[in-house]
């Protein structure tokens, strides 16, 4: 005998929706994993940045005051933040900051070894005082002193799990050098020739 809550072709019809749904809930799932991947995006940018990318200022806020955080807990908690604030936004909204990621993205990579070489030079400013000595000589026209505060300031940052003020600043110190250093420099092979980290053999000198 048919089942009368059977169509013609012995399916019904619901059951037709819910293999369509599958898919859907499967997307809907994706695309927020990559929403949340957008804003982690963004939280690893640089702050000047992220000010300027167009966005419901909520949600900027959530991302700037995340970049803020050094300490791992309070950091991954609003990061959390972030991605549910991320998860708020329309479509338009996210098309227009993953097309400004991607312009970020278009930069030469001899500008992302530039700038990644700038943070290990920071680095090894904070991990060896002989680093200082080294960039002093490379750059004369280097405020020596102030850096060597901004270095003290930047130890006692970390140690003390502040803010990063003193170390973003040796990072754009870095950066105005690497910058007239370019300007010197009109050959093609500028990057390179500013010798943006220091040689291997001062290991030896240790």
């Known amino acids: 005998m048919p089942n ?52 419901p200022e909520d949600v900027r806020d959530a991302i700037l005051m995340c970049q803020t955080i050094t300490n791992h807990e309070g950091r991954r908690r609003q990061m959390q933040f972030v991605g549910k604030k991320m998860r708020t936004l329309d479509e338009e909204e996210i098309a227009v900051i993953q097309r400004t990621i991607d312009s970020w993205k278009g930069m030469s990579k001899a500008d992302t070894a530039a700038l990644h ?47 990063p003020k003193a170390y973003r600043e040796i990072f754009q110190i870095l950066k105005d050098l690497n910058k007239k250093g370019k300007s010197a420099k009109a050959d ?16 030896d000198d240790e």
């Open 117 to 163: 070489a700038l943070e290990r030079r920071r680095e090894k400013l904070l991990a060896d005082d002989k680093a200082l000595t080294v960039l002093s000589t490379e750059y004369p026209e280097l405020d020596v002193q102030h850096l060597r505060t901004l270095i003290r300031n930047a130890r006692k940052e970390q140690a003390e799990n502040k803010p």
């Open 188 to 203: 093609g092979d500028d990057d390179e020739a500013l010798d943006l980290e220091p040689a291997d053999d001062e290991s």
């Open 4 to 55: 009368p809550n059977r169509g013609a072709c012995g399916f019904q019809s619901s059951e037709f929706e819910q293999e369509y749904e599958r898919p859907s809930k499967s997307e809907a799932k994706r695309q927020s994993l990559e929403v949340q991947k957008l804003g982690e995006e963004l939280v690893n940018e640089a702050r000047d940045r992220v000010k300027r990318v167009p966005m």
